[in-house]
């Protein structure tokens, strides 16, 4: 979402996001009879090749305008569907750093709250692109990284380390550790073990 306006009087520009489920109509071509009309949905918070085409158009529009510029950033990352790269989303995605890059007047990019920046999204606004016209703001209740929670604990925090983690701070199963050491017969070792599994599963992320 692109628009313009006065903050304190100054004239901006303003670069916002769409969270909502949008259709993009693609409409049948009059030369082919055969062609239908096609809708594509499309997610909120995420750069698709036609936004980030449209992101990349305006800020080339505010810095010939000699505006400044303030982009609330609340991506979640670009497309990486096998269509939107057939789509030239990598390329369009370049030229938001591109525009960046060599923007002349003051940037600044803000997290609102409850927003999130996310994986190819942080790269094409982070602040060393243009360090001398880029400034970064995040609301504290904002979030931001390369990978999301979910994906961020399968690669860097797999199940053994998040099992470690279990037995040295969960209280009960440092009680059933405790118990398993001191059991000598088999078959309560056997219900103890159990407990255990039971209560790692119970709390796994």
Known sequence: ????????GIPMGAIAVETRLVDKVIPADPADPNSREAILPQAGQVLFPDSSYKTAQALRDFNK????????ANWRGFSGGSRDMAGEVLKFGAMIVDALREYENPVY???PPHGELRGGSWVVVDPTINQEKMEM????DSRGGILEPAGITE???RTPDQLKVMHRQDPQLKLLD???EMCEMEDDKAAIKEQIIAREEQLKP
């Open 65 to 72: 305008e000699g505006l400044p510029v303030m982009i609330f």
């Open 137 to 140: 703001y995040a609301d504290p």
């Open 1 to 8: 979402v692109i628009g313009r306006g006065r903050l304190g």
């Open 155 to 157: 690669i860097k925090f």
């Open 109 to 111: 990019i803000y997290l």
């Open 178 to 180: 405790a118990e398993l």
